[in-house]
């Protein structure tokens, strides 16, 4: 299977998670697992949640910023993987001055 992120629709979400200014995603989900692309602007963000039922893995493609994981601070930058597992909380903050894109996977 091949997925085309360039023909899926972009989804903006203003405040996304209680963030900061807005997240742009293009979304594929088969109702088991998603798998996506979210762009965060500069100044942008994913405010803290708790992955209740699933966990994500995110793969930073372009740009840097930070990711706060259980109260800790980790910097992201290119070629970086985040895995945020199951009962885990985490935020993720475009401090850089591009945009940050991220491909994500969650799994329920």
């Not at 629709?9 to 692309?37: C, H, Q, S, W, Y």
């Not at 979210?38 to 893995?57: D, F, Q, R, W, Y």
């Not at 290119?78 to 969650?106: T, V």
Request: aromatic share 8%.
């Amino acid at each position: 299977m091949i997925i085309n992120f360039d023909k899926i629709d972009e989804t903006v979400t203003p405040n996304f998670k209680g963030g900061e200014k807005e997240a742009a995603t293009r979304v594929f989900d088969n109702g088991k697992i998603r798998v996506l692309t979210l762009k965060l602007v500069p100044g942008a963000s994913i405010g803290m949640h708790t992955h209740e039922t699933n966990s994500e893995t995110m793969y930073v493609i372009e740009g840097k910023g930070k990711v706060v994981y259980d109260g800790k601070i980790w910097e992201l930058a290119k070629g970086n993987c985040h895995y945020c597992g199951l009962g885990h909380s985490h935020s993720i903050i475009n401090d850089g001055d591009s945009d940050l894109i991220l491909f994500a996977q969650i799994i329920s």
